[in-house]
């Protein structure tokens, strides 16, 4: 297995970043917390967790041990797999989970697209004695509280690869539009509109 990747970052995509380590072109599948620390032409070491299909081989990055640490630990709970383990870690740093995987806060972990009620009580009755403590090594993001449709186009931006916190500078910017009975879809596009011209 790979364990890391070093070299020089050769493209960032919205979900993925691509460094060149010996002449070859490897894709690392990030989230875009991850994303966000590279630059194009600039060497980066990032550790690593390889997951095989019979059908492909995909190379997840992360931003340092410990998130990958988690990602793995999270594709023990049943029905999670990679691309929902990395969803969460989009979400909620490596502590945000632990906090809420100890606390019992299914409300924070149903913010991830994908997880529902029964899926966030499964992972914290499954995860609660392996997943840990908090270890502090970032601070927690306070969680706002939402209006539904804001939670609905914010999810939806974070699904399709943003930042919660551009995400929510996106929902701030749309939100004079949302009128009396908001069109979450119409916002939707407004929000993408937006953060494409940013």
């Known amino acids: 297995m790979i364990a890391f990747v070093r070299g020089q970052v050769e493209a960032v995509t919205l ?21 966000a620390t590279l630059r194009t032409g600039s060497q980066a ?9 019979e059908d492909s081989l995909t190379l997840f990055g992360f931003l340092d041990d410990d ?9 023990t709970a049943s029905g999670v797999g990679p691309k929902l383990a990395q969803a969460m870690l989009a979400v909620l740093s490596p502590d945000d989970l632990r906090r809420a995987v100890t606390g019992e806060d299914v409300k924070t972990l149903t ?28 601070s927690a993001t306070p969680l706002p509280v939402l209006e539904p449709w804001r939670d609905q186009v914010q999810q939806g931006l974070v699904g399709l690869g943003w930042s919660t916190k551009d995400a929510d500078r996106a929902v701030d910017a749309v939100a004079p539009d949302a009128g009396e009975v908001p069109d979450v879809a119409a916002l939707l596009r407004a ?5 494409s011209r940013a």
């Open 15 to 35: 979900s993925s970043a691509v460094l060149e380590v010996g002449g070859v072109g490897l894709e690392l599948m990030c989230t875009p917390g991850t994303l």
């Open 45 to 53: 070491t990032l550790p690593t967790s390889m997951v095989v299909r």
């Open 67 to 75: 998130e990958k640490q988690t990602f793995e630990l999270l594709q």
């Open 111 to 138: 913010r991830v697209p994908g997880v529902g009620q029964k899926g966030a009580q499964r992972i914290i009755l499954e995860l609660k004695d392996r997943l840990g403590a908090p270890i502090g090594t970032r």
């Open 191 to 195: 929000a993408l509109r937006a953060l």
